[in-house]
């Protein structure tokens, strides 16, 4: 079977500053991982993934994650954040065993970024 | 620019009703999926299918059934509505190779 956990419900950041959503999974091998964004009352927004290569993915709007093996973790990262960033974040994790490779998500984390 | 449309924004219906969410997806995707979204629950798979009139149950798919009978098209059917199925419903085609996931709009269902 296979998981996503996201511990933070609500990451609060200062526009300007360095933001953080953090995300692990559990899969049985080798796993797919993708970040999502969600603006209110719309659909999920595609926003990167790791399929495999360099560790330090890089997506849209500035975004970009890093795939860590040994933690199992794939956090979500922006050097330096905008207002307009805040949005619903969803991590999933794709089971590579089924022919319709479906995916798993996380909870999501509620990202404000202030002024 | 790749598409994924759901017939309804929003729809409110009756305790009991037939209730149909259709979806149409242009990228000519084998694999389509209907999630249900609730505050705090994050998505949560209901049914999906790889192939024409091909289907499979998700995590959650009691009271729900789907239907595709085009490559375009995947709908969901809740045969008897429920307050319960009171939730945003999203559907989703996937890329063939990587599965990463194309959303429709989002279809939010208020069942009185």
């Known amino acids: 079977a296979q998981s996503v956990a996201q511990p933070e419900d609500q990451v609060n950041v200062a526009e300007g500053n360095p933001l953080t959503v953090k995300c692990t999974y559990s899969v049985s091998g080798n796993p797919y991982l993708f970040w999502y964004v969600q603006y209110p009352n719309r659909g999920l927004q595609f926003l990167l993934k790791y399929i495999t290569g360099d560790n330090l993915v890089k997506g849209s709007y500035g975004f970009e994650a890093e795939f860590n093996k040994s933690q199992t973790s794939f956090h979500l990262k922006k050097p330096s954040a905008l207002v307009s960033d805040s949005a619903l974040y969803f991590c999933a994790v794709r089971d590579l065993r089924t022919n319709a490779g479906k995916s798993t998500f996380g909870d999501g984390t509620t990202l404000t970024v202030k002024p | 620019d790749v598409k994924v449309t759901q017939s309804s924004r929003y729809l409110v219906k009756r305790t009991g009703e037939k209730v149909f969410l259709e979806c149409v997806q242009d990228?000519?995707?084998?694999?389509m999926f209907w999630y249900r979204q609730d505050p705090g629950l994050g998505l949560r798979l209901i049914y999906f299918?790889?192939?024409?009139?091909?289907?499979e149950k998700g995590d959650i798919p009691e009271g729900y059934s789907v239907s595709r009978e085009k490559k375009e098209r995947f709908s969901l059917i809740l045969e008897s509505a429920s307050t319960n199925q009171t939730s945003m419903y999203l559907c989703?085609?996937?890329?063939?190779?990587?599965?990463?996931?194309?959303f429709g709009e989002g279809s939010r269902l208020t069942v009185l």
């Open positions: 299918s790889y192939d024409v009139k091909m289907k």
């Open positions: 989703a085609s996937s890329h063939p190779s990587t599965g990463e996931l194309f």
């Open positions: 990228m000519d995707h084998e694999n």
